[in-house]
């Protein structure tokens, strides 16, 4: 398997363009995440998706964030319109089960990054 | 504020040496969990270590973990140059949430 896909691997954009970040997960994995990692605040988780469908999105900073996954081999997360504090390294990581809830939840694995520049 | 803590913050040791990391944690957990990143690459899983349990071995990496202390160890024996790369521990219960990392450089 090809592992966690993600595009663009870098984006430079302008102040109130719209970003959209794309993920391909590792085929037969259920659980998929979108986390964004900064100097300042670390990794951040965003949102996570089981089955296609949205569990938490608690962590979407705001509004302008979105996240939606049509199927299960394709995510997309979208920032519209993009602020320069939006600037980071967006990562997707998939999952085969993730429950939070039990001593066996297993490893996340994670896609290379897209590193976002907004000018 | 954020669910695992690692400490230090940066180390730095000479080839041969030994590496150890600590991770603190403030809630109830399922498992824990320690991770890797190359500079400029994704995270990379390295173990996992459920909270009935108090230590475990893969490889080169031993890791323990107190939950009466709240606080996860992670020793890398014997580092190598390979072995610099930034250490991530990840609390499993509710949510995961990671910590800021330590970051690790092991000098040839």
């Known amino acids: 398997d090809a592992g966690v896909i993600q595009s663009p691997r870098h984006e430079v954009t302008e102040m109130g363009q719209e970003v959209t970040l794309r993920c391909k997960p590792i085929?037969?994995?259920?659980?998929l995440f979108w986390y964004r990692q900064t100097m300042m605040r670390g990794l951040e988780l965003l949102i996570y998706?089981?089955?296609?469908?949205?569990?938490?999105d608690s962590g979407m900073p705001e509004d302008r964030f979105s996240a939606k996954m049509p199927n299960a081999s394709f995510s997309t997360l979208k920032i519209q319109p993009s602020e320069p504090r939006d600037s980071a390294v967006y990562f997707c990581?998939?999952?085969?089960?993730?429950?939070?809830?039990?001593?066996?939840?297993?490893?996340?694995?994670f896609g290379e990054g897209s590193r976002l520049t907004v000018l | 504020s954020q669910q695992g803590e690692e400490d230090p913050q940066a180390l730095s040791i000479q080839e041969g040496e030994n590496a150890t990391m600590n991770c603190s944690y403030k809630?109830?957990?399922?498992?824990l969990q320690w991770y890797r990143q190359n500079s400029g690459r994704g995270l990379v899983h390295l173990i996992l270590i459920r909270s009935n349990e108090r230590e475990k071995h893969s490889g080169r990496l031993r890791v323990t973990l107190d939950t009466s202390k709240k606080s996860s160890s992670l020793l890398i024996t014997a580092s190598r140059a390979a072995d610099t790369a930034s250490y991530f521990c990840a609390a499993w219960g509710g949510k995961s949430t990671f910590g800021d990392g330590t970051t690790l450089t092991v000098k040839p």
């Open positions: 990581a998939s999952s085969l089960v993730i429950t939070f809830q039990t001593s066996s939840d297993g490893e996340l694995f």
């Open positions: 809630t109830s957990i399922n498992n």
């Open positions: 085929s037969g994995h259920d659980y």
């Open positions: 998706f089981n089955n296609n469908v949205p569990i938490d």
